[in-house]
């Protein structure tokens, strides 16, 4: 690259789990990368789509674990997009669905970095339907809300009033989660299901109330990445699971 010049950096949405289910323009930007940093829930098997000489950086990020701080990742992205044509930061899902590609494209156009998101699959989506479960149907839910399961205890917001609720992260807090949406008034019988590493071959799911799932899905021993999704649609499983 000629000096002075920058590059452009792309956040790309790799999609749910399912390598497939990234989008064509995500796979051709993986193709054309000559840096790709990506976070550690990225279906591996999407580098083997780099070329040969790309520069692969993980950046991290189980819910446990974070590797590289994420001014250390902001700083990075610019960095490489001083030295090079095409940077791809790979995250999993969505780019802008709890994933902070909002602050990390804010850090690039603070330095005047070129970068254009490239939108994914969310789990918050595919998985649910992976397992059966569509987040509307015009006879049992007509609205949506997609929630952190990573709240603070001292927040005293109500969780949300949809019809269906998606959670993210909701795996160490399932028990808050479901006691609160009690305490809000939901129903003991409310259906919902709770889906680890959907569209994946492991792909695990219970499903249950809110007054069992806790339990349920500890005698399962489900763990993260998972979704938990509440809902009269978590009923229309039985009719929609893929075959
Ligand atoms: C930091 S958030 C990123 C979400 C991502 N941006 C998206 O749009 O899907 C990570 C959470 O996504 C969910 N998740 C991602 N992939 C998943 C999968 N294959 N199965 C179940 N949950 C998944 C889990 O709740 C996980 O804790």
Known sequence: MKEGRKGKVYLVGAGPGDPELITVKGL????????????????????????????????????????????????LLAEKAKEHSVVVRLKNGDPYVFGRGAEEAASLGEQN???????GVSS???????????LTHRDYASSVAI???????????????????????????????????????????????????????GQKVVQGNLANIFNDSK??????????VVGEVVNLRKSLLPS
């Open 28 to 75: 051709k930007l993986i193709q054309q990368a000559d840096v790709i940093v990506y976070d550690f829930l990225i279906d591996q098997r999407l580098l083997s789509f780099a070329r040969k000489g790309a520069e692969l950086i993980c950046a991290g990020k189980s819910s446990n674990h974070h590797t590289m701080k994420q001014e250390e990742i902001n700083r």
């Open 124 to 134: 918050a989506v595919a998985v649910p339907a992976s397992a059966g479960v569509p």
């Open 219 to 228: 005698a399962q021993d489900i763990k993260a990445p998972a979704v938990f």
């Open 113 to 119: 970095i070129p970068f254009e998101v490239v939108s």
């Open 147 to 201: 929630i952190t399961g990573h709240r603070r205890d001292d927040e005293e917001v109500k969780i949300a009033d949809a019809d269906t609720l998606v959670f993210l992260m909701p795996v160490a807090n399932l028990q808050r989660i479901a006691k609160r949406l009690l305490e809000e008034g939901r129903s003991p019988e409310t259906p919902c299901a709770l889906i680890e590493k959907g569209t994946l071959p």
